[in-house]
Structure formats: structure tokens, C-alpha cells
């Protein structure tokens, strides 16, 4: 049964650190996308990739995100400095027949 | 301007009834593809139905059908025979540029969701 993966699953962390959230998309898949979830704003965009190249990453804080995909079974967010407001869950999902999402990386930034 | 709009915060509905959920979309383009996700409480994103703008017919998948409106730009969700497990929050999402199921063009702009309970 293929899944998204993405670690960690759970972070806390404290303001100014940097955070590395790391997803593996499922093999064959050649779109990366990656999403925020707060209450505030509800599902966001960040970025994607399609074959591992960055098509869209307007949605992202450019000063202090930023996504990379090093092959075609890791993507990487990394948050540097993180902040308070970056507390969100973080979905990652790849694209096939349809767009399957990972479990998600919950980040608390204190 | 709201690309997907989901107009019920929450919904509540009788164990074995049916229920529709809400969702209008804005576009000018003529392909685009409809989404509907399911998120429990566990937090997961599970892909439920799809509808293409040139499909004729309305999607269906098991208990799941879409209600696809086309000239009122609507695209409810409707679950017969509700169970329990189906509390749970309920996302629309739409892709521009493509009506082809099988396309990754594309973004999915997501609308806020619907808070599904079922009670017994």
C-alpha cells in the first residue's frame, strides 16, 4: 500500500531555531506539493515541484522558508528562523491519479 | 475572490440518513477538476471523489456522489446511508487547467470545510 511519508510526525521547537520537515512521495510520482493547515487560514499552498524542479513557491515566506527536492524520494521544508506564527500543520502530498497527502507534520514554535 | 467556497462550518446528521455538503467554485477556465477530501480527526487527507468539468455524468464512489452543477458553479458533496464514521471535516478543492483526472497540472485551491457529525 503506497503512502506519503513525512518526519517528523510531531515538533517542538523554540522561536529562532530551524526546523527541517522532510517527505517521501510516493514512488512514481512526479508532483510534490507542499501545504500549511492553520485555523486561520485553513489549507495553503507553499510550493511543488514537478521532477524535482520548484513550478510554484509563491505561496512561501521566501526570507525564511525554503523547499528543495535533492531526488525524486525526498522533499524537504526547511523553516529558518522559525517563529511563533509558523505553528501549522505541515502536509506534504505527491501527485499521481489524484493528490495523496501524507500524515502531516504538526510544528509548535514557542 | 474565494476560489472554493464552503458556505456550512458544520453539519450534523442522523446515523443511516443522507447528508449534502456545500461547495461553489469561481473560475474562468474552462478545465478544471473538482476534489473532494476528507479529514478526521487523526488529521490525514483522504481523497474521497473526482469531477471533471467535461464529465457528463455525475461522479460517483460507493456511498459518495457529486453533485456537479456546472452553470451554478456548484459541486456538492452528497453521503447516503451516513455512519458514525463519517465525522470527520470535509474539504473541496478544485485544480485549474486541466479536466483530466489523471493530470498533476496544477495546484489545488482547498475551501475551509465542513464539520461533519453523525450521531447515532
Known amino acids: 500500500d503506497a503512502r506519503v511519508t513525512q518526519t517528523p510526525r510531531h515538533k517542538v521547537t523554540e522561536m529562532g531555531q530551524e526546523v527541517t520537515m522532510r517527505c517521501q512521495p510516493i514512488l512514481g510520482h512526479n508532483t510534490v506539493f507542499w501545504y500549511r493547515q492553520t485555523m486561520m487560514q485553513g489549507l495553503e499552498l507553499l510550493a511543488y515541484?514537478?521532477?524535482?524542479?520548484?513550478?510554484?513557491d509563491s505561496g512561501m515566506p521566501k526570507d525564511r522558508f525554503s523547499a528543495e527536492m535533492p531526488d525524486a524520494t525526498l522533499a524537504t521544508l526547511k523553516i529558518q528562523p522559525s517563529e511563533p506564527r509558523d505553528s501549522a500543520v505541515y502536509f506534504c502530498a505527491s501527485g499521481g491519479t489524484e493528490q495523496f497527502f501524507g500524515p502531516g507534520t504538526r510544528l509548535t514554535v514557542l | 475572490a474565494q476560489k472554493i467556497t464552503q458556505t456550512q462550518p458544520g453539519m450534523f446528521v442522523q446515523e443511516k440518513e443522507a447528508v449534502t455538503l456545500d461547495c461553489t467554485y469561481d473560475t474562468s477556465d474552462p478545465s478544471y477538476g473538482l476534489f473532494w477530501y476528507k479529514q478526521p480527526s487523526s488529521g490525514e487527507m483522504i481523497f474521497l471523489i473526482y469531477q471533471g468539468s467535461y464529465d457528463q455524468q455525475n461522479a460517483t464512489e460507493g456511498r459518495y456522489s457529486l453533485n456537479f452543477q456546472k452553470a451554478r458553479k456548484s459541486a456538492n458533496l452528497v453521503i447516503s446511508a451516513s455512519q458514525l464514521g463519517d465525522s470527520a471535516m470535509y474539504f473541496c478543492?478544485?485544480?485549474?487547467?486541466?479536466?483530466?483526472?489523471?493530470?498533476?497540472?496544477?495546484?489545488?485551491?482547498f475551501g475551509r470545510g465542513t464539520q461533519l457529525t453523525v450521531w447515532p
Open positions: 478543492a478544485m485544480r485549474e487547467g486541466s479536466a483530466d483526472r489523471g493530470s498533476t497540472l496544477g495546484r489545488l485551491y
Open positions: 515541484f514537478r521532477n524535482r524542479a520548484p513550478l510554484d
